[in-house]
């Protein structure tokens, strides 16, 4: 080959890597679950081998004052691009994601994130989105950690 083939086929191959880095995700690539799916998994995020995780996407702050019993508290940028993948998480069939409401912009870019970061692969769609949110599961009564500072003597 010539030499001019190969410095093309270089510049398109860092184009590529580059341009890779960097992809935007869709909504549609967003598996929304309802509350009755949001029960089901919430099930499987009980025990030592436990299935699916609940994810928290709000704020430290708000996360303290109570969420989904079991839930552990990410938010996007604690999802580092560039590093591998979390055993914890990759290891469940199921990453609920949610945050206070359907109006939870944080939770739909904690989806987005993890999308982008690989927790979905092409044989296995594990990341999930819950628009209901923390309100939506208190209102129901379904079980919630409240804050410990809380507890009656």
Same mark, same amino acid.
């Given at each position: 080959?010539?030499?001019?083939?190969?410095?093309?086929? !270089?510049?398109?191959?860092? =184009?590529?890597?580059?341009? =890779?880095c /960097?992809r935007?995700?869709s909504?549609k690539?967003?598996?929304?679950?309802?509350?009755?799916e *949001?029960?089901?998994?919430h099930? @499987?995020? @009980?025990?030592?081998?436990?299935?699916?995780?609940?994810?928290? *996407?709000r704020?430290?702050?708000?996360?303290?004052? =109570?969420t989904i019993? !079991?839930?552990?508290? +990410?938010?996007?940028n604690d999802? &580092? +691009?560039?590093?591998r #993948? &979390?055993?914890?998480?990759?290891?469940?069939?199921?990453?609920?994601?949610?945050? /206070?409401?359907?109006?939870? !912009?944080?939770?739909?870019a904690?989806?987005?994130?993890? #999308?982008?970061?690989g927790?979905?692969?092409?044989f296995?769609?594990?990341? @999930?989105f819950? %628009?209901?949110?923390?309100d939506?599961?208190l209102?129901t !009564?379904? %079980?919630v950690t409240? %804050?410990a500072g809380?507890?009656?003597?």
């Amino acid at each position: 080959m010539s030499p001019r083939i190969w410095v093309v086929l !270089g510049v398109v191959l860092a =184009g590529l890597h580059l341009g =890779g880095c /960097q992809r935007q995700v869709s909504d549609k690539r967003i598996q929304i679950v309802t509350l009755a799916e *949001a029960v089901k998994l919430h099930e @499987k995020s @009980k025990g030592a081998d436990a299935e699916a995780v609940f994810i928290d *996407a709000r704020r430290s702050s708000i996360f303290e004052q =109570g969420t989904i019993e !079991g839930a552990i508290n +990410l938010r996007p940028n604690d999802v &580092d +691009l560039r590093a591998r #993948l &979390d055993p914890n998480l990759e290891s469940k069939e199921a990453l609920v994601v949610f945050g /206070q409401n359907p109006s939870s !912009g944080v939770a739909r870019a904690m989806v987005k994130r993890l #999308l982008q970061a690989g927790y979905n692969s092409m044989f296995k769609s594990r990341v @999930k989105f819950y %628009p209901g949110g923390y309100d939506e599961w208190l209102a129901t !009564g379904l %079980p919630v950690t409240e %804050p410990a500072g809380d507890a009656a003597p």
